[in-house]
């Protein structure tokens, strides 16, 4: 890596962070990467994204609520600004997500099991520089401390990364924190949306931050004209878990709106069907003890799957207890038929209170309970489908119960049109399941295809190690080496030694001539047979003439009034035969 700017700017001159660096933001452009291709999105277009642009451009809730349940000890203390998708440097690059905040900078990655987390305090920071990957790659941003260097790389916009993340710093320890509007700016310039605007899209009364944290958040009760009700609903707000999906008043008596939900009327038959629920059974209220009555119900749900299941079963086990006027059913929902879909339940716990006046309160409240370890992307889309599902239920159902008349039994509310509009998106909000079937046939498959090419990849390696060994021991014989004299130890001394050793010499001389002979009569012999071969190449060449397939005379023979020309005789030039001598 390659420093491009290693001097550390002084945090005491700070003079207006945020308008510095929304000025290079209007200069370079804000991320097209990250989080949208505009900078600015309506809260109308905003409602019509589908599953697949919220996937890829997370919205500025979703990545706070990411990073909440990351670094849920930093979140008391500091306020999440934006995030970065980089990889952090440690012996391998570790691709993750960089959490900014105004006090701390966080990072996570999570690759195939292999967790790195860790914050770093602003206060700790002694610089922030400007690097360069592999050299001449300006992608990188380091961030020192007195004890570490943290190295980050594959930003998007460097340039505009590294101006937030100074600006940060300065502030922090210059202890002049950016205010909430500034903290805003930034918000709509890197998310195209406010810290608020998700607001509006909530068809319940409480917020997408309570859904998607769990946290009940206790909406404020209506007036309770009967005073025996108000202590039996205090303590079921306090014994029930879970998140408020559904508090609404509807202008119907008790004892009706408990027969339309909870019995065998034909308005829920008719609600489940406009949903594409098939194979509707529901059983008889069983009572087990004193007050509370059990039951059964199961169906087909339909989805909208272009890979996998086309529908998934679910069984409700539904559990009644009464007490005044007052109904409080728990609702336990198991799935089969899709992947993971045994790995967690929904469990719906739903009140109706009698609030006087022919008016009744239909308050529920709903939970996601694993039964098994998932992976942590796996678990967060599966809940994210799944409260996505319970949303569009309960808002179909309360359009359904409000548009409901008892002079037209068979027509379920959802014929109105506003109700179609509203099945229309529960439609949408369902297609979500495709993301989690594909996402889970992905994690089934992508282990059989490594084992699959791994194994491959050895057999092809076992069969180039054995050809290589072939190859190795792939000789021609060659002749036999010339015979040399023996080493000479020591000279003789006396004239007898001389003369030995003169008549080894002559006869190792004569057994090297005899042996090059052999090998000069060899390559003789291969020379000549040679030679004889090109010859008759040659005289091959100077013979030979194109013959002419036209001057040919055809014998014709005439059998049973028909005329065969099969046999040909040629006229004229016929290649020569050499007299062999």
């Known amino acids: ?36 291709p505009s900078p600015r999105t309506p809260v109308s277009e905003k409602k019509r994204k589908s599953w697949y642009y919220s996937s890829m451009y997370p919205s500025y809730k979703t990545r706070r609520k990411e990073f909440r349940s990351l670094f849920s000890s930093v979140v008391t203390e500091s306020r999440f600004v934006v995030d970065y998708s980089c990889a952090y440097h440690k012996d391998i690059l570790h691709q993750g997500r960089m959490f900014v905040t105004t006090h ?14 860790f914050v770093v305090d602003w206060k700790e920071v002694t610089s922030i520089t400007k690097e360069k990957t592999a050299i001449f790659i300006p992608n990188a941003v380091q961030i020192t401390t007195k004890d570490n260097k943290y190295f980050f790389a594959s930003f998007v916009d460097r340039d505009s990364s590294h101006m937030m993340l100074l600006r940060l710093w300065q502030a922090a320890l210059a202890n002049q924190m950016l205010s909430d509007d500034d903290i805003d700016q930034i918000i709509a310039c890197e998310y195209g949306e406010g810290d608020e605007d998700d607001d509006e899209d909530s068809e319940c009364p409480d917020t997408e931050d309570e859904v998607d944290s769990g946290n009940p958040a206790p909406s404020p009760l209506p007036p309770v004209t009967s005073p025996s009700v108000e202590p039996v609903l205090a303590t079921w707000l306090s ?13 119907r008596p008790l004892e009706q709106l408990y027969r339309l939900l909870y019995s065998n009327d034909n308005f829920y038959f008719n609600f489940q069907k406009e ?48 007490e005044n006027k007052i109904y409080c059913i728990e609702t336990t929902a198991d799935n089969s038929g899709v992947p993971y879909a045994d790995s967690f339940s929904v469990v719906t716990h739903s009140c109706l209170v009698d609030t006087g006046n022919n ?21 967060d889309k599966i809940e994210t489908n799944a409260w996505s599902g319970i949303q569009s239920y309960y808002s179909s159902l309360s359009l359904a119960l409000e548009s409901y008349s008892e002079n037209a039994p068979q027509q ?31 994690i089934v498959t992508q282990p059989l295809l490594l084992y699959l090419v791994m194994m491959f990849l050895l057999v092809t390696s076992i069969i180039n190690t054995a050809v290589l060994y072939r190859l190795a021991y ?22 007898a030694g001389w003369l030995a050793l003169l ?15 052999q090998q000069l009569l060899s390559a003789t012999e291969h020379i000549a047979r040679a030679e004889q071969s090109l010859e008759t190449l040659r005289e091959g060449l100077d013979d030979w003439q194109p013959y002419d397939w036209v001057e040919q005379e055809a014998e014709c023979v005439t059998k049973d009034g028909k005329l065969f020309c099969d046999k040909v005789k040629p006229v004229s030039k016929i290649l020569p035969v050499k007299d062999e001598m």
Not at 6 to 14: E, K, L
Not at 282 to 311: C, F, H, T
């Open 503 to 517: 008549a080894r010499q002559a006869e190792q001389h004569s057994v090297r001539s005899s042996h090059l002979r």
């Open 474 to 495: 792939i000789s021609v014989p060659l002749p036999p080496p010339a015979p040399s004299l023996p080493p000479l130890i020591s000279l003789p001394s006396d004239q």
């Open 104 to 117: 701390s900078v966080c990072f996570y990655s999570y690759i195939f099991g292999w967790e790195n987390k």
């Open 412 to 442: 379920a509310s959802m014929q109105s049109h506003q109700a179609r509009i509203a099945r229309k998106t529960s439609m949408k909000s369902r297609r979500d399941w495709p993301a989690l079937t594909t996402l889970a046939w992905n």
């Open 359 to 379: 008016t009744t309160r239909l308050l529920a409240r709903a939970e996601i309970r694993f039964k098994k370890d998932l992976w942590g992307f796996l678990k």
């Open 239 to 251: 014994t029930c878990e879970g998140t408020t999906v559904c508090d609404k008043t509807f202008p």
């Open 275 to 322: 949903r594409g629920t098939t194979e509707l059974e529901i059983g008889d209220w069983e009572e087990v003890d004193s007050g509370r009555k059990v039951r059964e119900v199961s169906y087909n749900m339909a989805l909208n799957n272009p890979v996998g299941p086309k529908q998934c079963q679910v069984k409700e086990t539904q559990t009644l207890s009464q």
């Open 1 to 36: 890596m390659d420093t491009e700017q290693s001097s550390p700017i002084s945090a005491t001159t700070i003079a207006s962070p945020v308008q510095e660096y929304l000025t290079v933001e209007e200069e370079s452009g804000s991320r097209t990467s990250d989080h949208g």
